[in-house]
């Protein structure tokens, strides 16, 4: 009896022991008084601002990454795909870009037709450009977030459980077809005008996280380029989330994006291309199901961006300025309840993590871009784009440049039992908030 007491005794504690080790309490403990935000507020003080003013010298390009086999290649977005490859292709994905160069000063925007731009794809994209002096600094990423785009490119079981089995040769030709975009878009750099403009959507969108009791983020807006010899780019921005096609949906395709960019280059646009914005708490509306839908949408977007840019203003001389800021992270600790997260140890068995991020902030004359690693709150990036606007200027604020944090929704949602503030939600409780005061400060210092 005694050695049974003995046994159940040392089962008991070893599993208090594994409880103890393996579970964090949640902490509340306001961002502005972590170590990790006093680091960004120290790296910010040493940021220096990228500044030039004259004529504008714009380059595009755009290359196809569609696989040359669907064999063993999943598509990334739903885990109930459960890593299964793709059927086949609806139609072909791309990455593209746009340089522009003021002076001597040179950044390049790019968005590929996928997920997330993941670390793994971002780090050897820019080992790459060292070849042509280009510095991480230059480069503008986004993705236009398709959950039905070329997978194989995560590591770690989250990263597979959203995007099949990694194989490095999938990744090697995304990362060639980045590289070939960046430096096919400076290559063609020529003389070039530039305006933007937006409208509103509102029947194309919907908070998906709490539906009429929250903001609707409802504005698309694009950039407009034109070169003098009459070639012209878009980039247009929209905060729906691109899941028209669901976890059912086995064919390669941009989603409604690709309908909007197809559209455009099917009338009179060279080259169009596509940054996600606010998606992290907005969804799609629209007529039709799946792939129709998909068409509805991106037509309907594409309609009022052609309407618009026929009797648009454009300007040669601009004023550049861009500026990248460290975000440096608390420790990776994944969500299990309401008050209790899984301890750093287990969390970095299951997603790579992230210590630093950065957020990004480009300027042409009264047009602010601002980049950031996550699915961005729409309502956030709507009270964001409000204040820029009350300073005089009109903004983009876009997810996925390069790493991926989860989600960065408001503190007010944290406590809802929702697959974006619970189930990704991977840094705390302040994320959103921290990165709307990293961003209000990059743009007060531009």
Same mark, same amino acid.
């Given at each position: 009896?005694?050695?049974?007491?003995?046994?159940?005794?040392?089962?008991?504690?070893?599993?208090?022991?594994?409880?103890?080790?393996?579970?964090?309490?949640?902490?509340?403990?306001?961002?502005?008084?972590?170590?990790?935000?006093?680091?960004? !507020?120290?790296?910010?003080?040493?940021?220096?601002?990228?500044?030039?003013?004259?004529?504008?010298?714009?380059?595009?390009?755009?290359?196809?990454?569609?696989?040359?086999?669907?064999?063993?290649? @999943?598509?990334?977005?739903?885990?109930?795909?459960?890593?299964?490859?793709?059927?086949?292709?609806?139609?072909?994905?791309?990455?593209?870009? !746009?340089?522009?160069?003021?002076?001597?000063?040179?950044?390049?925007?790019?968005?590929?037709?996928?997920?997330?731009?993941?670390?793994?794809?971002?780090?050897?994209?820019?080992?790459?450009?060292?070849?042509?002096?280009?510095?991480?600094?230059?480069?503008?990423?986004?993705?236009?977030?398709?959950?039905? *785009?070329?997978?194989?490119?995560?590591?770690?079981?989250?990263?597979?459980?959203?995007?099949?089995?990694?194989?490095?040769?999938?990744?090697?030709?995304?990362?060639?077809?980045?590289?070939?975009?960046?430096?096919?878009?400076?290559?063609?750099?020529?003389?070039?005008?530039?305006?933007?403009?937006?409208?509103?959507? @509102?029947?194309?969108?919907?908070?998906?996280?709490?539906?009429?009791?929250?903001?609707?983020?409802?504005?698309?807006?694009?950039?407009? =380029?034109?070169?003098?010899?009459?070639?012209?780019?878009? !980039?247009?921005?929209?905060?729906?989330? @691109?899941?028209?096609?669901?976890?059912?949906?086995?064919?390669?395709?941009?989603?409604?994006?690709?309908?909007?960019?197809?559209?455009?280059?099917?009338?009179?646009?060279?080259?169009?291309?596509?940054?996600?914005?606010?998606?992290?708490?907005? *969804? @799609?509306?629209?007529? *039709?199901?799946?792939?129709?839908?998909?068409?509805?949408?991106?037509?309907?977007?594409?309609?009022?961006?052609?309407?618009?840019?026929?009797?648009?203003?454009?300007?040669?001389?601009?004023?550049?300025?861009?500026?990248?800021?460290?975000?440096?992270?608390?420790?990776?600790?994944?969500?299990?309840?309401?008050?209790?997260?899984?301890?750093?140890?287990?969390?970095?068995?299951?997603?790579?993590?992230?210590?630093?991020?950065?957020?990004?902030?480009?300027?042409?004359?009264?047009?602010?871009?601002?980049?950031?690693?996550?699915? =961005?709150?729409?309502?956030?990036?709507?009270?964001?784009?409000?204040?820029?606007?009350?300073?005089?200027?009109?903004?983009?604020?876009?997810? =996925?440049?390069?790493?991926?944090?989860?989600?960065?929704?408001?503190?007010?949602?944290?406590?809802?039992?929702?697959?974006?503030?619970?189930?990704?939600?991977?840094?705390?409780?302040?994320?959103?908030?921290? =990165?709307?005061?990293?961003?209000?400060?990059?743009?007060?210092?531009?």
């Amino acid at each position: 009896m005694r050695k049974i007491l003995k046994i159940v005794s040392i089962i008991i504690i070893s599993l208090f022991v594994l409880v103890f080790f393996s579970i964090d309490k949640i902490s509340f403990k306001p961002y502005f008084e972590t170590e990790h935000y006093a680091k960004t !507020i120290e790296a910010f003080k040493e940021s220096k601002n990228v500044e030039a003013e004259g004529k504008l010298y714009a380059g595009f390009s755009s290359v196809n990454i569609t696989p040359d086999t669907i064999s063993n290649i @999943p598509l990334a977005g739903f885990g109930n795909r459960e890593g299964k490859e793709m059927e086949g292709v609806h139609d072909s994905t791309f990455a593209k870009s !746009i340089a522009i160069q003021v002076e001597d000063k040179l950044v390049v925007m790019c968005s590929v037709d996928m997920l997330i731009i993941p670390l793994e794809v971002s780090e050897n994209v820019y080992s790459e450009l060292e070849k042509y002096n280009i510095s991480s600094n230059q480069v503008y990423f986004s993705a236009t977030h398709t959950h039905s *785009g070329i997978g194989s490119w995560g590591k770690g079981i989250v990263g597979e459980m959203f995007a099949g089995a990694y194989n490095e040769l999938v990744v090697d030709k995304i990362v060639k077809g980045i590289v070939k975009s960046i430096s096919g878009a400076i290559s063609d750099l020529k003389a070039s005008s530039f305006s933007h403009s937006g409208f509103e959507a @509102p029947q194309l969108v919907k908070n998906r996280l709490v539906g009429d009791k929250g903001e609707e983020n409802s504005g698309c807006s694009f950039l407009y =380029f034109r070169q003098d010899n009459g070639k012209t780019a878009i !980039i247009s921005s929209f905060s729906a989330h @691109p899941t028209v096609l669901g976890g059912s949906n086995m064919l390669l395709s941009a989603d409604y994006p690709g309908y909007l960019q197809r559209k455009l280059e099917g009338n009179g646009v060279d080259m169009a291309m596509f940054f996600a914005g606010g998606v992290g708490s907005h *969804g @799609p509306e629209g007529l *039709g199901d799946n792939f129709a839908k998909a068409e509805y949408i991106g037509n309907t977007l594409a309609d009022s961006v052609l309407l618009k840019i026929k009797n648009i203003e454009v300007e040669h001389q601009v004023k550049l300025k861009a500026l990248t800021a460290e975000v440096f992270l608390p420790k990776l600790k994944m969500r299990l309840s309401d008050d209790y997260q899984l301890s750093n140890f287990w969390s970095k068995k299951l997603l790579d993590e992230s210590e630093r991020v950065y957020v990004q902030s480009l300027v042409l004359s009264n047009f602010v871009l601002i980049t950031t690693p996550a699915d =961005f709150s729409g309502e956030l990036a709507l009270n964001i784009s409000n204040s820029l606007y009350k300073k005089g200027y009109y903004s983009v604020i876009s997810s =996925f440049n390069g790493d991926y944090i989860g989600y960065a929704v408001p503190l007010k949602y944290y406590h809802l039992q929702e697959y974006e503030t619970h189930t990704m939600s991977w840094y705390g409780p302040y994320m959103g908030e921290y =990165f709307s005061d990293v961003i209000l400060r990059l743009s007060n210092g531009l």
